[in-house]
């Protein structure tokens, strides 16, 4: 079995700051990717950001380029988002992921979400 459990989410100001926090737990061999996805009212599930476990190979959507950092604890098989400057438009429901190799084989993970909302 494999969990992810996100954390830190909650509401906060346009132009404020969040930090996110995904713990996995389980029967891990090795984690490949960890990564966030967001998922808002009415739209498709999209990609944030991602980060290989040697950290060589990053990826950020546009809309939060310069703005949000991924990283990750490989001793803790922990993963980060910090989200600074946020504004309305990043409100959603945030999902950690994981592909890794466990048990079952390599296979994609995923968190419970947790909702983000950006308001005055």
């Known amino acids: 079995q494999v969990q992810l459990v996100e954390s830190g989410g909650g509401l906060v100001q346009p132009g404020g700051s969040l930090r996110l926090s995904c713990a996995a737990s389980?029967?891990?061999?090795?984690?490949?990717?960890m990564g966030w996805y967001r998922q808002a009212p009415g739209k498709q599930r999209e990609l944030v950001a991602s980060?290989?476990?040697?950290?060589?190979?990053?990826n950020y959507a546009d809309s939060v380029k310069g703005r949000f950092t991924i990283s990750r604890d490989n001793a803790e098989n922990m993963v980060y988002l910090q989200m600074n400057s946020l504004k309305p438009e990043d409100t959603a429901v945030y999902y950690c992921?994981?592909?890794?190799?466990?048990?079952?084989?390599?296979?994609?993970?995923w968190g419970q979400g947790t909702q983000v909302t950006v308001s005055s």
């Open positions: 980060l290989t476990s040697r950290g060589d190979s990053t």
């Open positions: 992921n994981a592909r890794l190799i466990g048990t079952l084989g390599l296979r994609d993970y």
């Open positions: 389980g029967s891990i061999f090795s984690i490949v990717v």
